[in-house]
């Protein structure tokens, strides 16, 4: 199974600055299937990106995925106060489906 | 718009089955694979696997393979995850997703509580 491992596993940012969060997959991801998802506390997740990078439907255009093979990036252009959150990766190249751990975003 | 309405929280003893249901609405059924995804306290999203509700087929993660049942009734649009022989670190927030591989939808979770 591929194991994705994401980076850091706290980022300390503010509002209004650019947050960039690492996927790393034990092996190469079948086409870019790669997708991210933001979870809020008591919140089911909220799917971000798809695709490595196609953003999902009413997604704002602050956030941006990138990438290929074992290494993905979500990048989020301008913190805003909503957006502090946890984020995961998830790969569906391959059964069976897998998710990164997960990145913690908190406030500075 | 589209609607994943799960049932209300369980609280079960170790070695019991739960069954949980996930009502869809808004959109065709049988178009969109539906994965179950569980969150133990604390922790991260894990897989369990999909059904097809067209065809009823099914692909569970190995971990669960022989303690998991997923099923769906497409007159009521209606998905099911059963988990049998429960022990206490099933204890998690259970979620429904529509999705072919990604997921686009989510239920809203059930706590599953397995406890003596």
Known sequence: ?108 | QVQLVQSGAEVKKPGASVKVSCKASEYTFTGHYMHWVRQAPGQGLEWMGWINPNSGGTNYAQKFQGRVTMTRDTSITTAYMELSSLRSDDTAVYYCARGGYYADQWGQGTLVTVSS
């Open chain 1, 1 to 108: 199974e591929i194991v994705l491992t994401q980076s850091p596993g706290t980022l300390s940012l503010s509002p209004g600055e650019r947050a960039t969060l690492s996927c790393r997959a034990s092996q190469s991801v079948n086409s870019g299937c790669l997708a991210w998802y933001q979870q809020k506390p008591g919140q089911a997740p909220r799917l971000l990106i798809y695709g490595a990078s196609s953003r999902a439907t009413g997604i704002p255009d602050r956030f941006s995925g990138s990438g290929s093979g074992t290494d993905f990036t979500l990048t989020i252009s301008r913190l805003e106060p909503e957006d502090f959150a946890v984020y995961y990766c998830q790969q569906y190249g391959s059964s069976p489906i897998t998710f990164g751990q997960g990145t913690r975003l908190e406030i500075k």
